[in-house]
């Protein structure tokens, strides 16, 4: 079964951190640009960060200097490194690779 799953969101104070993982199954991970996107409350979706097959990575200005996204081919898995964390980072962020969704996992950045 071809999917992805992210797991490590959660409740953060403001200037906290969290990493975020997107573990992949059924797809060569290797072969696909790998992208994280955040979806907030009555917003659209869009896109946080992104990492190219040999690791060039892109940032919205948002998060820029604050996230790292990265990945481990040989894991089948992506991450997305969350520093200085502040409360407008509130939202559901997503996997995307290989046209596939994950399924989501919310972070809340909140005192």
């Known amino acids: 079964q071809v999917q992805l799953v992210e797991s490590g969101g959660g409740l953060v104070q403001p200037g906290g951190s969290l990493r975020l993982s997107c573990a992949a199954s059924g797809i060569i991970f290797s072969t696909y640009v790998i992208a994280w996107h955040r979806q907030a409350p009555g917003k659209q979706r869009e896109l946080v960060a992104s990492i190219s097959r040999r690791g060039t990575t892109d940032y919205s200005d948002s998060v820029k200097g604050r996230f790292t996204i990265s990945r481990d081919n040989g894991k089948n898995t992506a991450y997305l490194q969350m520093n200085s964390l502040k409360p407008e980072d509130t939202a559901v962020y997503y996997c995307?690779?290989?046209?596939?969704w994950g399924q989501g996992t919310l972070v809340t950045v909140s005192s």
């Open positions: 995307h690779s290989g046209g596939i």
